[in-house]
């Protein structure tokens, strides 16, 4: 016990401390992992939202660009 430093008693951790702390950790942990899932789930529908908006833009510009040609084949050709 020499090497402790010189407190009391009331500032050395029990194991019933030790037992609530560990409580309490756990509950911390289970509320960050439902925010951080929380997170992850919006992204998901934000990255699932502009894939599919840029997807249609995509088709619609090749759309308009096959469209052109064709106009311009036609009215060249």
């Given at each position: 016990?020499?090497?402790?430093?010189?407190?009391?008693?009331?500032?050395?951790?029990t194991?019933?401390?030790?037992?609530?702390l560990?409580?309490?950790?756990?509950?911390?942990?289970?509320?960050?992992?439902?925010?951080?899932?929380?997170?992850?789930?919006?992204?998901?529908?934000?990255?699932?939202?502009?894939?599919?908006?840029?997807?249609?833009?995509?088709?619609?510009?090749?759309?308009?660009?096959?469209?052109?040609?064709?106009?311009?084949?036609?009215?060249?050709?």
């Amino acid at each position: 016990m020499a090497h402790l430093p010189p407190v009391g008693w009331a500032d050395v951790a029990t194991k019933h401390d030790l037992n609530e702390l560990r409580s309490d950790l756990h509950a911390l942990e289970e509320r960050l992992e439902l925010r951080l899932t929380a997170e992850i789930a919006g992204v998901c529908t934000e990255i699932h939202k502009t894939a599919r908006a840029m997807t249609i833009t995509f088709v619609a510009a090749t759309a308009a660009i096959v469209t052109a040609i064709a106009a311009l084949t036609n009215l060249f050709g």
